[in-house]
């Protein structure tokens, strides 16, 4: 969403954004890992040219630079960590325009949607969820397993977002408040009106969700009873879009954002051997592993690709409308029948 408002003088924009992300609550290592890449791209950049007057095609220039020395994973968080900077100083008014979002479009084109990953049978991811004792560590590895959201769709939940039908939960909080759950229980919607800078639920998002449609995912028992948990210890938000997913360390009550979900997994995949620096998508286990982990079991068990493809949100309108539709007696009987189980 660009701004209207007349491009503001910033002698530092990199600063300039870091300081706006202290100012949102992220924590010092994610202002780090932001300051690391965007001083890079700076100095990457031409005598004479800065940011703020970078076309598309430095953009471009900087992440063919990338290649041969990251790992495709590595050039697709430098992209964007440089595409989500250039969005928020051109929502805040400092810059005119996103230079990088043509650079995205052609990224998604490009990239190796599926390509060759680990394969982690579901006993032995089953074990590497049980090592998981913190109750919101868990939540996020268990919902992105059991839905196969990205991890921006995760991490822009809020409690209406939520229907679980317990009557503890129920009294406690505002559960399932979107009319699409009214008679869905037991389930997740995923909006797809998230967009970086965008003011929803009364917060401004700082990540993006990529469905062109909403979609609305049944929860199982087990997903509902690891949610249930981390709510009991769920710190208060001073948000007012209530995020289900905040933060128990830095950023007290805040929203997790992204880069705080992947260093959370990270973390645990490290300690399973499944996560090396340098690694690639081939090697590492990260949140979008995850998604590719949810896809491929729960295809393999149902047979139906349309119904994996709506919970997933990538299917075109007719399909999804198909499975809208058809809510009640394919999707949630398809998923309840077929959904692996992970928490002992």
Not at 113 to 135: G, N, Y
Not at 159 to 175: F, I, Q, S, T
């Amino acid at each position: 969403m660009s701004s209207a408002r007349a491009p503001e003088e910033v002698d530092d924009p990199v600063g300039y954004f870091i300081e706006d992300l202290t100012y949102h609550g992220k924590t010092e290592r994610t202002r780090e890992s932001y300051e690391r890449v965007l001083r890079r791209f700076e100095a990457f950049l031409d005598a004479g040219t800065t940011p703020a007057s970078a076309t598309h095609r430095d953009c471009m220039a900087f992440v063919h630079s990338l290649r041969g020395d990251a790992a495709d994973s590595t050039i697709a968080t430098y992209a964007a960590y440089l595409h989500r900077f250039y969005g928020y100083m051109t929502e805040v008014g400092v810059f005119e325009g996103n230079p990088m979002t043509l650079v995205m479009e052609e990224m998604d084109e490009t990239v190796d949607k599926d390509p060759a990953r680990r394969d982690i049978s579901i006993p032995a991811m089953r074990e590497f969820v049980a090592r998981i004792r913190h109750p919101l560590h868990r939540a996020l590895v268990v919902t992105l397993l059991k839905t196969g959201m990205r991890v921006g769709e995760c991490c822009n939940l809020d409690l209406r977002d939520l229907a679980v039908d317990d009557h503890e939960l129920r009294d406690a909080y505002a559960l399932g408040t979107r009319p699409v759950l009214e008679d869905r229980p037991n389930s997740l919607y995923v909006t797809p009106d998230a967009a970086v800078g965008d003011d929803l639920n009364g917060e401004i998002r700082t990540a993006a969700n990529k469905r062109k449609r909403g979609t609305v995912i049944p929860i199982d028992d087990e997903l509902a009873r690891t949610l249930k948990r981390w709510l009991a210890v769920r710190p208060d938000s001073p948000s007012p879009a209530e995020p289900l997913f905040v933060g128990t360390a830095e950023g007290w009550g805040e929203r997790l954002d992204p880069e705080a979900v992947r260093h959370v997994v990270e973390r645990y995949a490290r300690e399973a051997g499944w996560y090396r620096t340098g690694g690639g998508a081939a090697e590492n286990v990260t949140p979008h592993y995850f998604r590719h982990f949810f896809t491929t079991h729960l295809r393999d068990r149902t047979g139906d690709r349309g119904v994996v493809k709506y919970l997933r949100g990538d299917v075109a309108d007719d399909v999804i409308d198909t499975y809208t539709h058809n809510w009640g007696d394919q999707v949630r009987e398809t998923y309840e029948a077929h959904i692996y189980r992970l928490v002992a």
